[in-house]
């Protein structure tokens, strides 16, 4: 009788198994450091929130714990007035993203499907904003909000200077050129007979824009949405610069409410920031998927 295995049985058995290539261990081998490395700050930052601020001052922070607490969570809301903040922060947010999305989805589909002669041009500048450093223009920009006068309705002070208005102004101004660049990048790999199909059928420039145009970048603008949130809503530079009131300020700068004159709690300013990052892993977990598959599509197509 013949002893020879079959190549099933073999493969079943677990008697067939090819070493792994070594590049290929190697790069998951850094995918797992990078993602411990990303994550050390957040989980020592959440260690730190959960113990009381008399453990700490005792034995150190980089200690084990001898108690550990979720009165520092509810300390933080309290002191810094958190929720008036947040609302603060939606109002700053909300209104940046939206604004941001509408005009680059615009702009992009005349880049990339009117002819016009200088759409290579317009690119470039767009794309140009973004290589610009914020810090460069602060002292002309703080100059000009002093002096650009506003509605009451849009700022109390009536001035662009110390207002929500202000705030989403410069947002949208450098998130604009970055959204711009993937949109009109993401459209030229939507086939062009689907427009003239449409042109064919009388469909004018508007609704080739709105009814075909828009639905199909709804994975692009998704991911768009989400970075955006991300971005604008842990803003902490424009905020401090181009706002003097706090109880105007976004939540990400209200953290400051929380160090004392002499002494800073950091038990309760790590809290504060753990509460500050909900909204950003709420608005990632609802949006992931379409966020991925955003990324995806726009990788694959071309």
């Known amino acids: 009788?013949?002893?020879?295995?079959?190549?099933?049985?073999?493969?079943?058995?677990?008697?067939?198994?090819?070493?792994?290539?070594?590049?290929?261990?190697?790069?998951?081998?850094?995918l797992v450091c990078a993602s411990v490395l990303w994550l050390l700050p957040i989980l020592f930052a959440l260690y730190v929130a959960i113990?009381?601020?008399?453990?700490?001052?005792?034995?150190?922070?980089?200690?084990l714990p001898h108690s550990l607490t979720l009165g520092n969570f509810s300390?933080?809301?309290?002191?810094?007035?958190?929720?008036r903040f947040f609302w603060?922060?939606?109002?700053?947010?909300?209104p940046a993203v939206v604004i941001v999305l509408v005009l680059a989805s615009g702009a992009a589909f005349v880049l990339t499907?009117?002819?016009?002669?200088?759409?290579?041009?317009?690119?470039?500048?767009?794309?140009?904003?973004n290589l610009l450093p914020q810090q460069v223009i602060i002292t002309p920009l703080f100059r000009m909000y002093l002096k650009i006068p506003l509605p009451h309705f849009l700022a109390d002070s009536g001035l662009m200077y110390n207002s929500a208005f202000g705030l989403i102004v410069i947002n949208v101004a450098f998130q604009l050129g970055f959204?711009?660049?993937?949109?009109?990048?993401?459209?030229?790999?939507?086939?062009?007979?689907?427009y003239e199909a449409a042109l064919v059928d009388g469909a004018g420039l508007w609704t080739r824009f709105w009814r075909l145009t828009v639905p199909l970048c709804r994975p692009a603008l998704a991911a768009l949405a989400t970075l955006l949130t991300t971005w604008i809503y842990n803003?902490?530079?424009?905020?401090?610069?181009?706002?003097?009131?706090?109880?105007?300020?976004?939540?990400?700068?209200?953290?400051?409410?929380?160090?004392?004159?002499?002494?800073?709690n950091q038990n309760l300013i790590a809290a504060g920031a753990m509460i500050a990052a909900?909204?950003?892993?709420?608005?990632?977990?609802l949006l992931q998927k379409q966020f991925i598959s955003g990324l995806s599509l726009g990788a694959s197509k071309g």
């Open 88 to 94: 603060n922060s939606v109002l700053i947010t909300v």
């Open 75 to 83: 300390d933080a809301w309290t002191q810094a007035n958190m929720g």
């Open 278 to 285: 909900i909204p950003t892993l709420v608005v990632y977990i």
């Open 51 to 63: 113990r009381p601020y008399s453990d700490t001052r005792k034995h150190g922070y980089v200690s």
């Open 113 to 129: 499907r009117v002819n016009v002669k200088v759409n290579v041009a317009l690119l470039i500048v767009f794309t140009a904003g």
């Open 235 to 264: 803003d902490f530079f424009w905020a401090i610069t181009l706002m003097s009131s706090g109880d105007k300020r976004p939540v990400t700068s209200a953290l400051a409410n929380l160090q004392g004159q002499f002494v800073t």
């Open 1 to 30: 009788m013949s002893t020879q295995t079959s190549p099933a049985l073999a493969v079943r058995g677990g008697g067939d198994r090819r070493p792994r290539p070594r590049g290929q261990v190697l790069s998951q081998v850094f």
């Open 179 to 194: 959204c711009v660049f993937v949109l009109s990048n993401y459209m030229k790999s939507v086939p062009g007979e689907m």
